[in-house]
């Protein structure tokens, strides 16, 4: 995994289904002696219960609904396409809770801190000297470091190194890293307040469906506002799970379910039993 | 009117540890170049940091040793620049929350008389790489063997007045690491080498003068000889 926001940055897998998602967790989770940054906690066996019966049952369990979820920013379609998901919890036995997490909106400003500022420290290693695009031209080492980073990057990475690095400046440290990670306690805390009365949270992957690939590329804004729901799970470290729920317009939305620490049993057990009953993850969009 | 001059060392010892701070490769000197730079200390992407515990306790052993407050918890950052004998970009070092803190070394003078010298903090660090750049005409050499070696990085406050006060502090550290078996002291070697921060003042006064830093000084001789 190549180092992009450490702080961040998380191996997941992408598949076809919440089972094939449970097995290959399960083979690729666990300590690692040479990643200083990872847990060394027991794995379980995330496949192993999610084909019996009992356990698709969700009697008694508790699913958190956050309100700002569902605030102005989350379009109607997608709204209506995750509480009918919502409802096939309910059908099963679970119980929906309403609950609110008030620093919800500072995720993505505070994301937009940290990961820059990972970001410019990580990726200062492309300079063209070993590693990244090295500029032919080049006649000077200053040379060589401006005009291989400046042509190897894309506008997207310049932006986030150019925030990043402005950041961490002397002077502006603590406005802005230090300030940025006072938030991401608060986030985090609103989670852990939650999971004391829910076994898990529920809600949409993102506000709008999916766009098409380099509609939003000039609007650099609306794309990160289409991380709105899942950049809190981020930068509270919490585990969270995607499930097609519908597709509004004819590309997909996706229902989100984000469990406490280590909580991923859950997670693969409520997104087993909501695709035993529902076929979306079978439909492709139209091509 | 007299003026006096005001000195703070930077001092920087290899600690004695077989392996890098970060990773398994040999620290021993004068390997072939490149021979003893593994993927952590070459900065691949995807690779991670794993402290030398070795490390940890050698620079523990010196906190004890000045009766300094030894940190139960310290914390690395990384300090960003580029240059070429830095393949990350950045070097990892402790900044806000140094392993040892507070210390005190008594210094012996010509006189008979002692001092006392405040050592601020003492704090690990990985070495950087070398760059070479007198074999090559025209290009610069880059070895990157000592790239991740530990460094205990003992940082004295302004206390020292003269250039013999400072060469023994420096003379006093030097002992005290090689009798704790924590650093060769080997200084041809660059294994124990010295910043000084260097500023005058009218005598008495009480605020400090602009300072000038020189690095590297990589002999007692040097030091004493150093203009101020």
Redesign the interface.
């Given at each position: 995994?190549?180092?992009f926001a450490s702080s961040l940055d998380q191996a997941g897998v992408l598949a076809l289904t919440a089972e094939d998602a449970a097995l290959l967790s399960t083979a690729m989770a666990g300590f690692d002696?040479?990643?200083?940054?990872c847990a060394d906690a027991p794995v379980p066996d995330y496949a192993a219960s999610l084909g019996s019966s009992a356990a698709t049952s969700l009697a008694g369990r508790r699913i958190g609904i956050p309100k700002q979820f569902f605030d102005a920013g989350l379009e109607p379609e997608s709204a209506a396409a995750v509480r009918e998901a919502l409802r096939v919890f309910e059908q099963l036995g679970a119980t929906l809770v309403e609950l609110s997490l008030p620093s919800l909106a500072l995720s993505v400003p505070t994301y937009y801190i940290v990961a820059p500022a990972e970001c410019?420290?990580n990726l200062?290693?492309?300079?063209g000297?070993?590693?990244g695009y090295r500029h032919p031209d080049a006649t000077t080492?200053d040379e060589l470091?401006s005009r291989s980073r400046g042509t190897g990057f894309g506008a997207e990475v310049k932006r986030r190194i150019l925030t990043g690095t402005y950041v961490?400046s002397a002077g502006y440290y603590d406005a802005y890293y230090l300030k940025a990670q006072q938030c991401r306690r608060l986030i985090a805390d609103d989670f852990r307040r939650c999971f004391a009365d829910v076994d898990l949270i529920a809600g949409p992957t993102t506000p709008t469906p999916a766009f098409r690939l380099g509609e939003k590329i000039d609007d650099p804004v609306q794309m990160y506002l289409n991380d709105i729901y899942t950049i809190p799970v981020n930068l509270a470290g919490l585990p969270g799970i995607s499930v097609p729920c519908g597709y509004p317009g004819g590309l997909p939305i996706g229902l989100q379910l984000i469990g406490p620490h280590f909580g991923e049993q859950a997670l693969f057990s409520f997104a087993h039993a909501f695709q035993q009953e529902t076929d979306w993850h079978t439909r492709m969009p139209p091509s | 009117m007299s003026w006096e001059v005001v000195i703070g060392l930077e001092i920087h010892a290899q600690l004695a540890t077989r392996s890098k701070i970060f990773s398994g490769s040999s620290t021993a000197y004068g390997a072939e170049p490149n021979t003893q730079a593994n993927l952590v200390d070459l900065g691949y992407p995807g690779v991670l940091p794993v402290l030398n515990t070795e490390a940890v306790r050698m620079a523990a052993m010196f906190g004890l040793a000045i009766g300094a407050t030894v940190a139960p918890r310290s914390v690395f950052a990384r300090k960003n620049y580029f240059y070429p004998d830095l393949p990350k970009g950045y070097q990892i070092s402790q900044y806000e929350l140094p392993i040892v803190h507070d210390g005190q070394l008594v210094i012996d003078l010509d006189d008979g008389t002692t001092r006392s010298i405040h050592v601020i903090r003492a704090h690990l660090e990985e070495d950087a790489g070398k760059s070479l750049h007198e074999q090559f005409a025209g290009l610069t050499g880059i070895d990157l063997n000592r790239a991740g070696t530990p460094l205990l990085v003992i940082v004295s406050a302004p206390d020292l007045r003269s250039a013999r006060e400072a060469v023994a502090y420096m003379k006093k550290v030097h002992q005290l690491v090689r009798y704790l078996g924590i650093c060769d002291g080997n200084m041809q070697e660059g294994s124990f080498r010295c910043d000084a921060n260097v500023s005058v003042r009218r005598t008495g006064a009480e605020q400090l003068g602009t300072r000038t830093e020189s690095k590297t000084l990589n002999s007692v001789r040097v030091m004493e000889r150093h203009p101020v």
């Amino acid at each position: 995994m190549v180092a992009f926001a450490s702080s961040l940055d998380q191996a997941g897998v992408l598949a076809l289904t919440a089972e094939d998602a449970a097995l290959l967790s399960t083979a690729m989770a666990g300590f690692d002696p040479r990643d200083s940054t990872c847990a060394d906690a027991p794995v379980p066996d995330y496949a192993a219960s999610l084909g019996s019966s009992a356990a698709t049952s969700l009697a008694g369990r508790r699913i958190g609904i956050p309100k700002q979820f569902f605030d102005a920013g989350l379009e109607p379609e997608s709204a209506a396409a995750v509480r009918e998901a919502l409802r096939v919890f309910e059908q099963l036995g679970a119980t929906l809770v309403e609950l609110s997490l008030p620093s919800l909106a500072l995720s993505v400003p505070t994301y937009y801190i940290v990961a820059p500022a990972e970001c410019s420290s990580n990726l200062s290693r492309f300079d063209g000297v070993r590693f990244g695009y090295r500029h032919p031209d080049a006649t000077t080492l200053d040379e060589l470091y401006s005009r291989s980073r400046g042509t190897g990057f894309g506008a997207e990475v310049k932006r986030r190194i150019l925030t990043g690095t402005y950041v961490l400046s002397a002077g502006y440290y603590d406005a802005y890293y230090l300030k940025a990670q006072q938030c991401r306690r608060l986030i985090a805390d609103d989670f852990r307040r939650c999971f004391a009365d829910v076994d898990l949270i529920a809600g949409p992957t993102t506000p709008t469906p999916a766009f098409r690939l380099g509609e939003k590329i000039d609007d650099p804004v609306q794309m990160y506002l289409n991380d709105i729901y899942t950049i809190p799970v981020n930068l509270a470290g919490l585990p969270g799970i995607s499930v097609p729920c519908g597709y509004p317009g004819g590309l997909p939305i996706g229902l989100q379910l984000i469990g406490p620490h280590f909580g991923e049993q859950a997670l693969f057990s409520f997104a087993h039993a909501f695709q035993q009953e529902t076929d979306w993850h079978t439909r492709m969009p139209p091509s | 009117m007299s003026w006096e001059v005001v000195i703070g060392l930077e001092i920087h010892a290899q600690l004695a540890t077989r392996s890098k701070i970060f990773s398994g490769s040999s620290t021993a000197y004068g390997a072939e170049p490149n021979t003893q730079a593994n993927l952590v200390d070459l900065g691949y992407p995807g690779v991670l940091p794993v402290l030398n515990t070795e490390a940890v306790r050698m620079a523990a052993m010196f906190g004890l040793a000045i009766g300094a407050t030894v940190a139960p918890r310290s914390v690395f950052a990384r300090k960003n620049y580029f240059y070429p004998d830095l393949p990350k970009g950045y070097q990892i070092s402790q900044y806000e929350l140094p392993i040892v803190h507070d210390g005190q070394l008594v210094i012996d003078l010509d006189d008979g008389t002692t001092r006392s010298i405040h050592v601020i903090r003492a704090h690990l660090e990985e070495d950087a790489g070398k760059s070479l750049h007198e074999q090559f005409a025209g290009l610069t050499g880059i070895d990157l063997n000592r790239a991740g070696t530990p460094l205990l990085v003992i940082v004295s406050a302004p206390d020292l007045r003269s250039a013999r006060e400072a060469v023994a502090y420096m003379k006093k550290v030097h002992q005290l690491v090689r009798y704790l078996g924590i650093c060769d002291g080997n200084m041809q070697e660059g294994s124990f080498r010295c910043d000084a921060n260097v500023s005058v003042r009218r005598t008495g006064a009480e605020q400090l003068g602009t300072r000038t830093e020189s690095k590297t000084l990589n002999s007692v001789r040097v030091m004493e000889r150093h203009p101020v």
